[in-house]
């Protein structure tokens, strides 16, 4: 059975750093596209990073060069490092497995002042 478990979202200030961490059983981390997704309110859910099993990663328009996609396979994790949040980061943050229907219950991230 495949499991997703996000976390780490909070309430940050805008400028501010958080780290979310998706926990992975089931499949495995190293052989996977593994992707963090988000969804602000009232919109549709966006891809914003990914990396695949060399270790390419690419990054949506949005968020590069402040956010930084990493894995620990011996721990079968993936991590979404956020440095200088905005106000526009608001939103709940899914990991997600590539090309499947894996999906965690998302973990919430809101930057406000």
């Known amino acids: 059975q495949v499991q997703l478990v996000e976390s780490g979202g909070a309430l940050v200030q805008p400028g501010g750093s958080l780290r979310l961490s998706c926990t992975v059983s089931?499949?495995?981390?190293?052989?996977?596209?593994m992707q963090w997704f988000r969804q602000a309110p009232g919109k549709e859910r966006e891809r914003i990073a990914t990396?695949?099993?060399?270790?390419?990663?690419h990054y949506e328009d949005a968020v590069k060069g402040r956010f930084t996609i990493s894995r620990d396979n011996t721990k079968n994790a993936v991590f979404l490092q956020m440095n200088g949040v905005k106000v526009e980061d608001t939103g709940v943050y899914y990991c997600?497995?590539?090309?499947?229907?894996?999906w965690g219950q998302g973990t919430q991230v809101t930057v406000s002042s």
């Open positions: 997600h497995v590539h090309n499947t229907n894996y």
């Open positions: 990396i695949v099993d060399d270790g390419y990663t």
């Open positions: 089931g499949v495995s981390v190293a052989f996977n596209r």
